[in-house]
Antibody
Framework: QVHLVQSGPEVKKPGASVKVSCKAS????????IHWVRQAPGHGLEWLGR????????KYEKKFQGRVTMTRDTPISTAYMELSSLQSDDTAVYYC???????????WGQGSLVTVSS | SYVLTQPPSVSVAPGKTAKISCGGS??????VHWYQQRPGQAPVLVIF???DRPSGIPERFSGSNSGNTATLTISRVEAGDEADYYC???????????FGGGTRLTVL
């Protein structure tokens, strides 16, 4: 059974960075891309970008380019998302999700709450 | 960039049929996927490739896609179907993934 387990909640001050992890199990990690999606309180889903779990190649939403970095560590089947220069409107639940090809997201992590507050 | 438009809310009585729309320019030419998100939980895939259901999703959930509108249909609605529903596509020209704004389904 596919499982994506994310790191715990974080509280950061404005201007700081946060790094969220996503540990995969139950499948061959390098066979699927990992995407990151966030959801601000009371808002909808927003795509941040994706990492090729095999090659490490990345694609980021334009809005986050220069501020987001997605990496992976294949020996431990873990993907990471680091977001820098945090502001209050970055407060959100951040999800990792496994992509089936270039299409749908078939498994999701439990979410990691990142709170940005002075 | 590509925009998906959903109604903010849909209400339906138990046992009736709910239809949630997802509008986009020529969306009928793109595969559309749907997610259910209950409060405080992660999204769950309920329809992929316009009409296909993952294992474990009831047959009451179905989808269609044509022209400028994709639709998620939930037949014989139950109280447990109350949730937010999101449509999603891969925008190939921009090579990015797009979600609709979400629809809150209320079971009366």
């Amino acid at each position: 059974q596919v499982h994506l387990v994310q790191s715990g909640p974080e509280v950061k001050k404005p201007g700081a960075s946060v790094k969220v992890s996503c540990k995969a199990s139950g499948y061959s990690f390098t066979d699927f891309y990992i995407h990151w999606v966030r959801q601000a309180p009371g808002h909808g889903l927003e795509w941040l970008g994706r990492v090729n779990s095999n090659s490490g190649d990345t694609k980021y939403e334009k809005k986050f380019q220069g501020r987001v970095t997605m990496t992976r560590d294949t020996p431990i089947s873990t993907a990471y998302m680091e977001l820098s220069s945090l502001q209050s409107d970055d407060t959100a639940v951040y999800y990792c999700t496994r992509a089936h090809g270039d299409n749908w997201f078939d498994s999701w992590g439990q979410g990691s709450l990142v709170t940005v507050s002075s | 960039s590509y925009v998906l438009t959903q109604p903010p809310s849909v209400s339906v009585a138990p046992g009736k049929t709910a239809k949630i729309s997802c509008g986009g320019s020529n969306i009928g030419n793109k595969p559309v996927h749907w997610y259910q998100q209950r409060p405080g939980q992660a999204p769950v895939l309920v329809i992929f490739y316009d009409t296909d259901r993952p294992s474990g999703i009831p047959e009451r959930f179905s989808g269609s896609n044509s022209g400028n509108t994709a639709t998620l249909t939930i037949s014989r609605v139950e109280a447990g179907d109350e949730a937010d529903y999101y449509c999603q596509v891969w925008d190939t020209p921009g090579d990015h993934w797009v979600f609709g704004g979400g629809t809150r389904l209320t079971v009366l």
